[in-house]
């Protein structure tokens, strides 16, 4: 095995040859952009992606107290206002909500996460694990999903507005204000990857730690899945 440093060229490459393990690619979300989810999958995806969402400024948190460099504490501490708003009513968070609500589901059964399924709950308390447990520049990889998600957003707002005619585009506003933010979130955390993972080690480090987030979003989905199954068996 080369322990040479990639270059910053072959390092992205390997960031990016990840992109077929998104979730984008896996059955739930063809099966949620292409109209064939019912309503009942449909709450049951948002209430449990709720978790995912709820629990990401703590993820970010997590990656803020581990981290020794101001400059990147500074640049990272944005992502937390985001998702839990300056204020109440404000937010990504926030807006998740409003989307769980147009699907038919209260606030306050999503927010006492009694929906949450077991798989969910593991996969995404094993993300946030992460990032308080491995260096900081490691949970920063983990985050470069970002680079990947913006055409997808864009794609479930289209498909999502066209097969789902009880959804208003006002609902789907977690998506419609994430795209641009995405997209430079995606190249910031890039640069800092790059940057910061000069040596072979370091690299490969940041390459598994982004093939371990695509497996903990792939295992949302399957959990949601098997749910789906079996109680098409009942």
């Known amino acids: 095995m080369s322990t040479k440093p990639r270059s910053e060229e072959e390092f992205v490459t390997a ?15 063809r099966r949620l952009h292409s109209g064939e989810l019912s309503r009942d999958e449909l709450r049951r995806w948002a209430a449990n992606r709720w978790y995912y969402q709820c ?11 581990n981290c020794p460099l101001a400059e990147v504490r500074r640049l990272w501490v944005d992502r937390i206002v985001y998702h839990d708003g300056a204020a109440d ?4 968070a926030e807006k998740w909500l409003r989307l769980c609500e147009a699907v038919g589901l209260s606030r306050d059964e999503v927010l006492d996460q009694r929906h949450v399924l077991p798989g969910v709950r593991f996969a995404v308390d094993a993300y946030v694990d992460f990032a308080r447990r491995k260096p ?5 990889a983990s985050g470069l999903t970002e680079m990947f998600s ?4 864009r794609r479930r707002v289209t498909d999502m507005l066209a097969n789902y005619d009880w959804i208003d585009r006002a609902d789907l506003a977690y998506f419609t204000t994430r795209i641009e933010a995405v997209s430079g979130e995606g190249k910031q955390t890039l640069d800092l990857v790059v940057k ?14 982004l093939s371990f987030k695509c497996d903990v979003l792939w295992s949302i989905l399957d959990a949601l899945e098997l749910a789906g199954a079996q109680r098409d068996q009942r």
Request: aromatic residues 8%.
């Open 15 to 29: 960031l990016r040859g990840l992109a077929p393990h998104y979730w984008g690619s896996h059955p739930f979300h």
């Open 55 to 65: 629990v990401l400024p703590q993820k970010d948190a997590a990656i803020i107290s």
């Open 89 to 92: 009513g404000e937010g990504g």
């Open 136 to 140: 900081w520049v490691e949970a920063v």
């Open 150 to 153: 913006g055409h997808l957003m």
């Open 196 to 209: 910061h993972c000069v040596t072979r080690e370091q690299q490969d480090l940041a390459v598994r730690a």
